[in-house]
């Protein structure tokens, strides 16, 4: 489990007791209410499969696009956009091995993550890592709900592959940008696994 989350299950456990002696129907919503929060923050244990030939996923989720010329980005450069529902994992894990060049955050608007124009609208934080194959970006996006971005590295910093480099509080969006010239082995609609699942291959 994450520690964010010990702030909310704290107040739930307190919220929870309070009404136990006062309203047990409401103590049992708030108990459950606080399990599924607890559910939420969970941090699962990975298999990583280190592979500096493999673009891994950077959010547990489901593919909803896949743009080959995505806007505001250097030319050959694709864009993989993952939506996290609440019920999904929301660690966010570095898809590849390398070095923290940049991380610019942009204040915004919490339209739907699942809209397309959440990846401009939204308030959203982009982690820029560099490689001996080229630049890789992440940008985690908050959603409707989702009010609090966390980014657990900063720039100078190597991460490697499949490690925990942030997590959004509750529903939101990650977009990973990767060269055009890695072959894709994800499609739209397609169900995801953060350090796990392979969206791309570098070609050899």
């Known amino acids: 489990m994450v520690k964010d989350a010990w702030p909310y299950l704290i107040a739930g456990a307190v919220l929870t007791l309070v009404l136990a002696a006062t309203a047990p129907a409401a103590a049992i919503a708030a108990g459950l209410l606080?399990?599924?929060?607890?559910?939420?923050?969970?941090?699962?244990k990975r298999t990583v499969p280190h592979d500096p030939a493999l673009i891994l996923s950077p959010a547990d989720g489901?593919?909803?696009?896949?743009?080959?010329?995505?806007?505001?980005?250097?030319?050959?450069?694709?864009?993989?956009?993952?939506?996290?529902?609440?019920?999904?994992?929301?660690?966010?894990?570095?898809?590849v091995e390398g070095r923290v060049a940049?991380?610019?955050?942009?204040?915004?608007?919490?339209?739907?993550?699942?809209?397309?124009k959440a990846s401009e609208l939204n308030e959203q934080n982009l982690i820029t890592?560099?490689?001996?194959?080229?630049?890789?970006?992440?940008?985690?996006?908050a959603g409707l709900i989702a009010r609090r971005i966390r980014c657990y590295k900063r720039p100078g910093e190597r991460v490697t592959q499949g490690e925990k480099i942030g997590f959004i509080t509750f529903g939101s969006r990650v977009d990973l940008y990767l060269p055009a010239e890695a072959g894709m082995k994800v499609a739209v609609g397609d169900m995801v696994k953060g350090g796990t699942s392979v969206i791309a291959v570098y070609p050899s």
Request: glycine share 10%.
């Open 34 to 44: 606080t399990l599924g929060v607890a559910s939420f923050f969970r941090d699962p």
């Open 62 to 95: 489901k593919v909803v696009k896949i743009d080959e010329s995505p806007g505001g980005q250097p030319r050959g450069t694709r864009c993989v956009s993952i939506f996290l529902s609440v019920f999904n994992v929301h660690v966010n894990r570095s898809p």
């Open 102 to 116: 940049d991380i610019r955050y942009t204040p915004g608007e919490f339209v739907p993550a699942f809209r397309e």
């Open 129 to 141: 890592l560099d490689t001996a194959r080229g630049a890789i970006g992440v940008k985690q996006i």
